[in-house]
């Protein structure tokens, strides 16, 4: 019974940088198991798309893993920055609050010239 007489391949097995490559050859395959005229039954074109589509489903979900884990690391990234910004802010607000403050403890130490009342 040649019901499965096609080729298997693991999805997993192919390099990330060439999942766009073997989705483009995946898909060409099932249309053309799609348009072909000479299949001798639909006992042979359903298991043969079948396949087809899971392959096709495997490469895209490999894809959007790709992208979900730069994503993710995107976003560790951008909370990094927003952590090491928050505390620059925070140093920056403390040293400008000091100045301040300590500029007017050193005008109020000062001694004024005594000025004599009228």
């Known amino acids: 019974m040649r019901l499965f007489s096609f080729a298997h391949t693991r999805t997993d097995a192919i390099p990330p940088e060439q999942l766009e490559e073997s989705l483009q050859k995946e898909l060409e395959a099932l249309h053309a198991v799609a348009v072909a005229h000479d299949a001798p039954s639909r006992h042979e074109v359903i298991p ?34 927003t952590a090491a910004l928050t505390i620059l ?30």
């Open 89 to 118: 802010t925070g140093y920056l607000c403390y040293d400008a609050y000091t100045n301040a403050h300590g500029n007017q403890q050193e005008h109020r130490d000062t001694p004024q010239p005594h000025q004599p009342t009228p």
């Open 48 to 81: 043969t798309s079948i396949t087809r589509m899971s392959r096709i489903m495997s490469i895209l979900s490999r894809q959007a893993d790709v992208q979900t884990r730069r994503i993710v690391r995107l976003t560790w990234m951008l909370l990094g920055l």
